[in-house]
């Protein structure tokens, strides 16, 4: 399992840790990832996702899975979110 956001696309930084004597060794930054239930008011169901936590606060924000979808870009989304951003656009079209 990858540590990248499925809406986002955050993903591992890299850095340095740096002790009091100034000594610098690489170490890795870890996105915040959590998995969620996400709630689609289109499709009437949960969509389960692995997001960061500032994806989380992103998606109440916009107002909404399907709001946030709407509005993401297609090269920042993991395919189960491209999938899912596709079946909202189709049940939208559909109403």
Do not use: W
């Not at 998995?35 to 997001?51: A, F, H, M, P």
Request: aromatic share 2%; hydrophobic share 35%.
């Amino acid at each position: 399992m990858s540590r990248r956001c499925e809406l986002t696309g955050k993903g591992p930084m890299t850095g340095n840790n740096v002790s009091h004597a100034k000594n610098r060794t690489r170490r890795r930054f870890l996105p915040n990832l959590n998995d969620v239930t996400l709630q689609s008011e289109t499709l009437g169901r949960g969509v389960k996702l692995r997001i960061s936590a500032a994806a989380l606060r992103s998606v109440d924000h916009r107002g909404g899975l399907d709001a946030f979808l709407a509005k993401a870009k297609d090269d920042e989304l993991s395919t189960n979110a491209l999938k899912v951003k596709k079946e909202i656009a189709k049940a939208q079209a559909a109403v």
